[in-house]
């Protein structure tokens, strides 16, 4: 493998409070992770869903005010949520907060029962809000490109809208997830600069073909996109049935889910990871349910990331 593999922590944003929330992106930027994550839903989304989860884009701003090096983004942005021009307004505005660390991630949102219960439109169909992703992202990479824009498409009505100041990168990272063959993969190849998906190995490698092929449909290199894959929500230690244990305390501190079903040692985790390094991932991000587990944080950087491939930076704590 030339390239080091970078890790990365999606902390959850429900079923904790604010100080354990911003404590646990300030200990994954001291442990060395390269990214840091969180997700876009007012709701929580495993267990309850009456419980508590803070909002995605001001626990972001939050991080960047605690952290030095880890790069800071929704896994994912769901598109509805807002205007894309203002989008481009709010991620351009956590990259100056941050000097040159936010990352757009974003798809086409799923959970319609958050759009309506925010008044947002939820669109007809899945198909249709892939359509909006499509001329959102457009319309976004003109702005931080700091291009004077007009949406182009049927469903966004922005004109001659402006991005002042510009990002403080060059060109502002933007991760689009998902496996749709027919219109996600379509929008990574002709926009994305980062593809995030999940998933057995078998369909993770048919999707990433595909994506190859819309690459060579569009005239893009494929090589010009950096794949992040997800190892899920797991726990780490000695046995694996000591990583149950702890992770049924977790489901039961997020509203009764039943908790991650992924218990690893950490050498059993690499092995399983391997195979997605091979195929062409070369980030890996871990999700982090509250309570944040301190072992599992440690040992994911420390352990598993060198059997992956990650080459550990000086001054990593």
């Known amino acids: 493998m030339t ?5 990365g922590v999606l902390a959850w944003p429900q079923y904790t409070d604010w100080a354990a929330l ?3 992106g300030q200990r994954v930027d001291e442990l060395g992770y390269d990214a840091l994550w969180t997700w876009d839903h007012p709701y929580p989304i495993r267990g309850d869903v009456h419980g508590p989860s803070f909002e995605g884009y001001l626990t972001l701003a939050g991080w960047a005010g605690v952290t ?26 956590l990259d100056h907060m941050s000097n040159g660390r936010a990352i757009l991630g974003i798809g086409g949102g799923w959970n319609t029962a958050e759009f309506e219960a925010f008044g947002v439109e939820p669109g007809r169909t899945m198909g249709q809000r892939l359509e909006w992703l499509d001329e959102a992202v457009e319309l976004i990479r003109a702005m931080f ?15 001659s809208v402006r991005n002042q100041p510009p990002p403080v990168q060059r060109r502002l990272p933007i991760l689009i997830a998902g496996k749709g063959k027919r219109k996600t993969l379509r929008t990574v190849a002709r926009f994305a600069d980062l593809w995030a998906t999940f998933g057995e190995l078998d369909v993770v490698r048919d999707t990433a073909a595909t994506l190859r092929r819309w690459c060579d449909e569009v005239g893009r290199d494929p090589s010009e996109i950096r794949w992040v894959f997800s190892a899920e929500a797991s726990v780490l230690r000695d046995s694996e049935s000591e990583a149950r244990r702890v992770a049924s305390e977790i489901g039961r501190r ?6 991650p079903d992924q218990a690893w040692t950490p050498d059993r985790l690499a092995e399983k990871l391997a195979p997605y390094v091979e195929l062409g991932f070369r980030e890996i991000y871990l999700d982090m349910p509250a309570p944040y587990d301190e072992e599992t944080l440690v040992r994911f950087v420390r352990e598993v990331g060198p059997m992956l491939g990650r080459r550990v930076t000086v001054g990593e704590r």
């Open 254 to 259: 997020n509203g009764g889910w039943e908790g």
């Open 3 to 7: 390239d080091s593999v970078r890790l």
């Open 68 to 93: 030095t090096r880890a790069t800071l983004g929704h896994m994912v942005t769901a598109n509805p949520l807002r205007n894309p021009a203002m989008l481009a307004k709010i991620v351009t505005t």
């Open 22 to 24: 911003l404590q646990v």
């Open 145 to 159: 490109d700091g291009t004077e824009t007009s949406a182009g498409g049927a469903h966004y009505t922005n004109r």
